[in-house]
């Protein structure tokens, strides 16, 4: 049996009950690369909560390369020709936005 590291669950969302923070990131994402309104384009959107389980490794302690949030978020708009996901974490100060083209 294989433990898990992580307790996920994901929901369909509308964009528009988003946490105004992360909406707001996405918004400024979609404008800063030329995608437009992505929260009005947004034919999908999904929303995934990870809890870690476990504590990180030992080696990942001491080189302090271990993720410190024991919690995050990922956001996932499907657009017409793109895909944008943001990741917050439960400590995060901000919120990180990436798209990628769909084909």
Known sequence: MVD???????????????DPAVRDALIEHGEAHQL????????????TRSVRLKRPGLLARLTK???PD???????????????????????ESTSARFAWRT
Do not use: F, Q, W
């Not at 898990?4 to 988003?18: F, I, V």
């Not at 437009?36 to 929303?47: I, K, Q, S």
């Not at 024991?70 to 895909?83: D, G, K």
């Open 36 to 47: 437009g309104d992505v929260a009005a384009a947004a034919r999908m959107c999904c929303v």
């Open 4 to 18: 898990r590291l992580y307790e996920r669950s994901s929901r369909r969302c509308e964009p528009d009950a988003l």
């Open 70 to 92: 024991t919690e995050h978020t990922t956001i996932a708009l499907l657009l017409p020709r793109y895909l944008v996901v943001a990741v917050t974490g439960a400590s995060a």
């Open 65 to 67: 390369s271990g993720d």
